[in-house]
T-cell receptor, first 115, second 113 residues
């Protein structure tokens, strides 16, 4: 069964460093998303992406964050200058176009620790 | 804005017990409703969904009915197993072009043999 994959599974970085989290969505999906879950808290929406542009973003998704689909398979989340409070589990998700859009399929997550 | 209120955990049950995890929501229009499950060390997996009022989603013995009159989507299972131990998240997706999922806080369920 096709699934969303994410790399790396864990990343440790120093405050102020840039990190890139990578995702490979399910191949025929056209909508892509990033969410994060700070330890012990809710899963929060960050951004949605369709047709090579951001379709919606949350207040969390400030200028330090960016997303890109650099080729036909990858979808990346970049954090330019990490802060301690960026430590979280980051989930990528994707969904089909059309009527299947309401169902989002999640990857296993990348656990980011900022020191 | 949209919000989901979910039963606080943790919940501990004996094997074969009946499970209910409460979920209520606030949203405009007619959202789609979901239950996701997160097993230890894994990502979020879709458990079941319902896209309109009175729909019942079901999977792996779990059920939830979309009740618009009570704005609820409670998760139930008649006889839980140790393998059901996980964190369960209720979520909604709004309409009117709003794509994002809004999650509840999650309920940690532990089943003891």
């Amino acid at each position: 069964e096709p699934e969303v994959t994410q790399t790396p599974s864990h990343q440790v970085t120093q405050m102020g460093q840039e990190v890139i989290l990578r995702c490979v969505p399910i191949s025929n999906h056209l909508y892509f998303y990033w969410y994060r879950q700070i330890l012990g808290q809710k899963v929060e929406f960050l951004v949605s992406f369709y047709n090579n542009e951001i379709s919606e973003k949350s207040e969390i998704f400030d200028d330090q964050f960016s997303v890109e689909r650099p080729d036909g398979s990858n979808f990346t989340l970049k954090i330019r200058s990490t802060k301690l409070e960026d430590s979280a589990m980051y989930f990528c998700a994707s969904s089909l176009p059309g009527q299947g859009r309401e169902t989002q399929y999640f990857g296993p997550g990348t656990r980011l620790l900022v020191l | 804005g949209n919000s989901v209120t979910q039963m606080e955990g943790p919940v501990t049950l004996s094997e074969e017990a009946f499970l209910t995890i409460n979920c209520t929501y606030t949203a405009t229009g007619y959202p789609s409703l979901f239950w996701y499950v997160q097993y230890p060390g894994e990502g979020l997996q879709l458990l079941l969904k319902a896209t309109k009022a009175d729909d019942k989603g079901s999977n792996k013995g779990f059920e939830a009915t979309y009740r618009k009159e009570t704005t609820s989507f409670h998760l139930e299972k008649g006889s839980v197993q140790v393998s059901d131990s996980a964190v369960y998240f209720c979520a909604l997706r709004g309409n009117f072009g709003n794509e994002k999922l809004t999650f509840g806080t999650g309920t940690r369920l532990t089943i003891i043999p």
